[in-house]
């Protein structure tokens, strides 16, 4: 599976952006889903996951202000960003999760998110 992250720009702290992440190659449908981020100088961490069933779960960091979606009839998944602040800063990448620490699939190009203050 090749996974593409498009959507990324550059907004004022309180705008709005969504993420889509685009599969090929074979169906995510069966897959535990999550959007990444990592920003500049640190490790890159998830923030949103959605089970196969449509169950979401969020870092507290973006909780009650990003939204995890899926599509599987385009083997997309998306995340709705809201309320953006400076430290959601940086570049946002999807992929299927395994574990704490694994992912199933190489990572893609993520897509750039520049919150502006």
């Known amino acids: 599976v090749q996974l593409q992250a498009s959507g990324g720009g550059l907004v004022q702290a309180g705008g709005s952006l969504r993420l889509t992440c685009t599969a090929s190659?074979?169906?995510?449908?069966?897959?535990?889903m999550g959007w990444f981020r990592q920003a500049p100088g640190k490790e890159r961490e998830l923030v949103a996951s959605i089970t196969t069933a449509g169950t979401t779960n969020y870092a507290d960091s973006v909780k009650g202000r990003f939204t995890i979606s899926r599509d599987n009839t385009k083997n997309t998944v998306s995340l709705q960003m809201t309320s953006l602040k400076p430290p959601d800063t940086g570049v946002y990448y999807c992929?299927?999760?395994?574990?704490?620490?694994?992912?199933?699939?190489?990572w893609g190009q993520g897509t750039q998110v520049t919150v502006s203050s």
């Open positions: 190659g074979n169906s995510i449908r069966f897959n535990l």
């Open positions: 992929n299927s999760i395994l574990s704490d620490t694994k992912t199933r699939f190489p």
